[in-house]
């Protein structure tokens, strides 16, 4: 699907008419309004396309629990429903909502069994404090302009695994976009991956987005014989201080463009068990093995043009370590079925730090730094 290229202020047309003093929990019905849904990109337009609650109903939710309840009041499982969350969600004032139209759980915001979907922050923002959003058996489902931290699977509280974003069990057409997704560490801190992807996962964008201070980036499979995910665009997100996994990639196609990595402390697109990754015009900046197979045997391959290597070391091939480095070459061709546009990699960081994030207005690229 083409894009423009100018900048864009997408915020949906109804936050005007909405009381920012809304009490909190309080579900507030708007009806007639549409989700913020223009510009959905890579992937994501595959597959039939992902436009999430657009032409249904919009409410405000101020609290976790109150999410659940949009949920579960829908007609259906599939009735379109625009959510917009402003405040902070914790533990505290997520419990469960029971429903024909859901199937929610406390500690956790569940979107499970359900389609039709958006989730975007709002007003003053909207922060998942310690608490996970976990997609399952779902599609078309956007998320939109919102914070997720410090997500633990093991400590206190625990939330989703250890996942910021966690996706798994026959999901299908997601798109993210200008979230900020951050850790305070890595798994023996209690955290584990910031954007995860599992189980029959596929069609999924990642766009405009901040990952931080993790030990894991994301993963696509769990495990070396888990190779039912595909169809995944990573672009214009800015991934800072973080171990490994930007992502891991285990079988399934990808397509990474236009990213900004900082500080990849062990290594970063870790391309294995087939996989296939379409790497264009990144910038990679003061890391270590930024590219290629790590940790196995298990081969993966991709195709790189245009990417740019600032302070990049490279450690030597071995058994289990092939380093794409530092001589970038492509192994593989992959084709990718719609239209995007490339900025040019030296303007990636500028272009990064202007636009990818919540907070930003939901800001694109116009193609100049």
């Not at 290629?292 to 298990?298: E, L, P």
């Amino acid at each position: 699907m083409a894009r423009g290229r100018s900048v864009a202020l997408r915020l949906h047309a109804a936050l005007a008419t909405m009381a920012l003093a809304a009490v909190t929990g309080v579900v507030l019905s708007v009806p007639e309004a549409s989700a913020a849904t223009g510009g959905v990109t890579g992937y994501a337009t595959q597959n039939g396309g992902t436009t999430g609650g657009t032409g249904g109903q919009t409410v405000r939710a101020t609290t976790g629990t109150a999410i659940h309840a949009a949920l579960c009041g829908r007609a259906s499982s599939s009735t379109p429903i625009t959510i917009e969350v402003q405040g902070t969600i914790n533990h505290g004032n997520t419990s469960k909502v029971s429903g024909g139209s859901c199937n929610t759980a406390a500690g956790v915001i569940e979107l499970k069994e359900i389609s039709n979907v958006t989730l975007i922050g709002v007003g003053s923002g909207a922060v998942f404090d310690q608490l996970g959003i976990h997609i399952r058996k779902s599609s078309n489902i956007i998320i939109q302009n919102v914070t997720v931290r410090n997500v633990k699977k093991s400590g206190s509280p625990t939330s989703n695994g250890g996942d910021a974003i966690g996706m798994e069990s026959d999901v299908h057409n997601i798109w993210v976009d200008h979230v900020d997704l951050e850790a305070s560490g890595g798994e023996s801190e209690g955290y584990d991956g910031l954007f995860d992807l599992k189980n029959n996962t596929r069609y999924v964008t990642l766009s405009y987005s901040t990952l931080r201070n993790s030990g894991r980036g994301g993963l696509v499979g769990s495990s070396e014989s888990e190779l039912s995910n595909s169809f995944i665009t990573y672009h214009h997100n800015l991934y800072e201080n973080i171990d490994s996994r930007t992502p891991l990639l285990r079988g399934g196609v990808a397509h990474i463009y236009n990213n900004h990595y900082v500080k990849l402390n062990e290594s970063g697109i870790n391309s294995r068990a087939g996989a296939r990754a379409k790497v264009d015009n990144n910038y990679f900046e003061d890391s270590k093995d930024v590219l290629g197979t790590f940790y196995t045997d298990a081969a993966g391959y991709w195709q790189v043009g245009g990417n740019i290597l600032d302070n990049v070391t490279w450690s030597s091939p071995g058994s289990e370590n092939n380093p794409a480095g530092p001589d970038l070459k492509s192994n593989t061709t992959v084709g990718i079925p719609y239209s995007y546009t490339l900025d040019a990699a030296g303007c990636v960081p500028d272009i990064v730090a202007r636009t990818a994030g919540a907070g930003k207005g939901l800001q694109v690229s116009d193609g100049g730094c």
